[in-house]
């Protein structure tokens, strides 16, 4: 039996505490079951952001989507995990990732780095995070026993294998960063390309005794009864596709209530994805959809 389907929904937009609280509570009510903030200049600080989420809502779970491991250190995360976790109930998940937007780094004053170079960063944090958090002396403590849960996101083979080492959630994006970018454009890939990674992934965590949950980030959810007069106006950020290629494209769901819930449960079909995240502006659209795939 497939894992039952979760829904989390990343809010982007910064907003006052009325209005945060505000959209929290809406997205509790639309059925999301992870509330979730990303990790870039200009949006939400995470951990406040999550705190108030959590005081905000009762039943969703709270999540970084994902962190930037290079804004961060170890030592002084763990201390921002664990009060997090202790603050919203334990109902926190940790998501990491490098950071691939370099514009961000050198606005910051930190180093960005090669890829590779990111990637060490990364399992370093993950590593010392671990040491920290397992200790029986580190203070604060994590209220959720083993662990918070862990997602790791990214494409790569080297982040696959520390997934598939670490995480409780491998995280896929369905896109690369545009060559020569320092603004963290991202182009799509393809679904033989997705599914190749997935496959890889799972070979990579054929050892593990538990299965991983696999999630996917949902870049562009549209309700149309038009499916091609819809995507239309994407075309020039995709160059040299076609409008039956967008429409394939993993990370994009179009059409009708039905039509996307026909999508979804095609995508867990294909590549086994049971977590799905979309985006703030998708929050209402894709809400019919869950009640349509639950259970099913």
């Known amino acids: ?21 505000a959209k929290c509570r ?5 059925g999301y079951d992870v509330i979730l903030v990303p990790d870039h200049l200009g949006m939400p600080a995470p951990f406040p952001a999550l705190v108030a989420a959590a005081q905000a809502t009762e039943r ?31 109902r926190l998940e940790l998501g990491l990732g490098t950071g691939y937007v370099r514009e961000e780094h050198e606005t910051a004053g930190l180093p960005f780095g090669s890829p590779g170079e990111r990637v060490d960063h990364l399992r370093r944090t993950v590593e010392e995070l671990e040491r920290l958090l397992d200790s029986g002396e ?19 083979d080297r982040m696959l294998r520390l997934s598939a080492e670490h995480a409780d959630i491998a995280a896929f994006t369905g896109a690369r960063t545009a060559a020569g970018s320092t ?19 799972l070979r990579f965590a054929e050892h593990r005794e538990v299965p991983p949950e696999l999630n996917l980030l949902v870049q562009m959810v549209i309700g149309t ?5 819809a995507v239309r106006p994407f075309l020039e950020l995709v160059p040299g596709m076609t409008v039956d290629q967008v429409l394939r494209l993993p990370v ?13 449960l095609a995508r867990r079909e294909r590549y086994g994805f049971t977590y799905l995240t979309v985006l703030e502006p998708c929050m209402e659209v894709f809400a019919p959809v869950m009640a349509r795939v639950r259970g099913a």
């Open 1 to 21: 039996m497939p894992r039952p389907f979760r829904f989390g929904v990343n809010l982007i937009e910064p907003a006052s505490a009325e209005e945060w609280r």
């Open 26 to 30: 809406r997205a509790e009510e639309l």
């Open 60 to 90: 969703p779970r709270v999540g970084t989507f994902t962190l930037n491991a290079g804004f961060w250190n170890p030592t002084l995360l763990a201390r921002e995990v664990a009060t997090a976790d202790a603050l919203t109930g334990g």
């Open 138 to 156: 580190h203070r604060p403590q994590t209220v959720q026993r083993p662990r918070v849960p862990l997602l790791i996101g990214g494409n790569g």
């Open 183 to 201: 603004t963290g454009q991202l182009t799509p890939i393809t679904a033989d390309e997705l599914e190749e990674r997935v496959a890889r992934y």
């Open 225 to 229: 009864e038009d499916r091609e007069a």
């Open 252 to 264: 994009c769901l179009v059409g009708t209530p039905d039509e996307l819930a026909e999508q979804v």
